[in-house]
Antibody, heavy 125, light 110 residues
């Protein structure tokens, strides 16, 4: 059974930092690209960023809204992806989802098939 | 990276069909056949319903179909059922290793 479980959310002050984790099981994590997507309360989904597999040099990409502040990494030995969030702003308040692209090459890298339940990040003073 | 444009709401009676549009630009929806659709029930994670414009993952009922013309993609739900009531989001690859989502459409089954 595939499982994707996010953790690490919480309350943080503006300008602060937080690191989210995404633990995966039930599929070949090391061969998968992992994405982060967020959703502010009552709002739509927003793509945050992606990290590719070792075969693709762990390449990362980010949305313009978080570039330079957020960093995605992964530890394949732990089947876990991370989202390091620095210089947090109130507008970063959202539920953060971790999701997988079925493959890290070809057409199957462009959509998301397994999602976690999300972890809530609240940026407030 | 502007969000794709979806109508805020759509509705239909049980058994009817409803179509939700998703309008982007030639840099995203119109430029790639990598449009996907997600269903999200309140408090739940999104669920993949359609990928690569019109392909259904196993387990998704064939009542769900989709297409694309130019910069606009569409999701059609036929034979509406009560459990189809949810928020629906389109997504597209937007080039340069970025993705974009639509603002979401709340589907109400009357």
């Amino acid at each position: 059974e595939v499982q994707v479980v996010e953790s690490g959310g919480g309350l943080v002050q503006p300008g602060g930092s937080l690191k989210l984790s995404c633990a995966a099981s039930g599929f070949t994590f090391s061969g998968s690209a992992m994405h982060w997507v967020r959703q502010a309360s009552g709002k739509g989904l927003e793509w945050v960023g992606r990290i590719r597999s070792k075969a693709n040099n762990y390449a990362t990409a980010y949305a313009a809204s978080v570039k330079g502040r957020f960093t995605i990494s992964r530890d394949d030995s732990k089947n876990t992806a991370y989202l390091q969030m620095n210089s947090l702003k109130t507008e970063d308040t959202a539920v953060y989802y971790c999701t997988r692209a079925p493959q890290d090459y070809g057409g199957n890298q462009y959509y998301f098939d397994y999602w976690g339940q999300g972890t809530l990040v609240t940026v407030s003073s | 990276q502007s969000a794709l444009t979806q109508p805020p709401s759509a509705s239909g009676s049980p058994g009817q069909s409803v179509t939700i549009s998703c309008t982007g630009t030639s840099s995203d929806v119109g430029g790639y056949n990598y449009v996907s659709w997600y269903q999200q029930h309140p408090g739940k994670a999104p669920k993949l319903m359609i990928y690569e414009v019109n392909r259904r993952p196993s387990g998704v009922p064939d009542r769900f179909s989709a297409s694309k013309s130019g910069n606009t993609a569409s999701l059609t739900v036929s034979g509406l059922q009560a459990e189809d009531e949810a928020d629906y989001y389109c997504s597209s690859y937007a080039g340069s290793n970025t993705w974009v989502f639509g603002g979401g459409t709340k589907l109400t089954v009357l």
